[in-house]
């Protein structure tokens, strides 16, 4: 049997991570794991809960008592928060702004590196996210840090909502997205940033194909 790597895909917000991590890991026939969706379905329930999003101590109570399971499904991956479904719902735009201040917190970060890095005890994983490179798999054995301009990073997500049939503003979406990507990459701990030993790709004029194909290379050349 060929060796079972992992690999690490990084990058800004819509920069194309989670579409392009999910084709590698069904070519690889490896699991694929959105971390990011870890970090939205902590913040879905903490909102419900009313909790402050400031408060590490309280979401900390709450992450404690809290399972997340991310699993395939039909429509890509699914996300079960304490058993019940809410991949839909974690993509709403109050978790999409309110995420990254979930994430600055240090204790929040360990325990989510500490069950992603479960995931991939046994190697053959694909995982996405900003600190996958960087913290949470730093010996995986292809690294890739995926960029694009903000403004076809936007129009990305502008195509996508229309595309589901959903409201959309293509000056709001460059502002979000913006304003996410200053708090992620400038956060204290564990901030968005590019590996050392990660290999660069500005996906801007690329397609989704090109990509995976870059990705597939690399990944080939790993497992030899
Ligand atoms: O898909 P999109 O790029 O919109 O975001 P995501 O991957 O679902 O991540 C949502 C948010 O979770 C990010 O903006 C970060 O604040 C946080 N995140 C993180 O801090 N570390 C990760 N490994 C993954 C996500
Ligand atoms: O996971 P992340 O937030 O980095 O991005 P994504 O959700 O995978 O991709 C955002 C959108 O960009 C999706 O609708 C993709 O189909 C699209 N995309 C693209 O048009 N060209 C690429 N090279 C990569 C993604």
Request: glycine fraction near 6%; charge should be negative; avoid cysteine.
């Amino acid at each position: 049997m060929s060796r079972r790597i992992s690999i690490a895909i990084d990058g800004p917000a819509a920069a194309g991570k989670s579409t392009v991590a999910k084709i590698v890991a069904e070519k690889l026939t490896y699991i694929y794991i959105d971390t990011g969706a870890m970090y939205r379905a902590l913040t879905y329930k903490a909102l419900n809960k009313g909790a402050s999003l400031d408060n590490e101590s309280e979401l900390m109570v709450i992450l404690n008592d809290t399972s997340i399971e991310l699993m395939p499904g039909e429509f890509g991956q699914k996300v079960l928060l304490d058993g019940i479904e809410v991949t839909n719902e974690i993509r709403s735009a109050e978790v999409t702004n309110q995420v990254s201040y979930v994430a600055v917190h240090e204790l929040v970060r360990k325990e989510m590196v500490k069950r992603q890095q479960q995931f991939a005890i046994d190697g053959g994983v694909v995982m996405d996210g900003r600190d996958i490179g960087t913290h949470v798999l730093p010996n995986a054995e292809v690294k890739v840090f995926l960029l694009a301009s903000v403004e076809e990073r936007a129009q990305r997500r502008h195509a996508e909502n229309i595309q589901k049939g959903f409201p959309s503003d293509l000056e709001k979406l460059k502002e979000e997205i913006a304003a996410r990507d200053k708090i992620d990459s400038e956060r204290e701990v564990a901030p968005l940033k590019k590996a050392n030993d990660a290999i660069e790709i500005d996906t801007t004029s690329l397609s989704i194909t090109d990509v995976v194909d870059k990705i597939m290379g690399l990944a080939l050349e790993r497992i030899g």
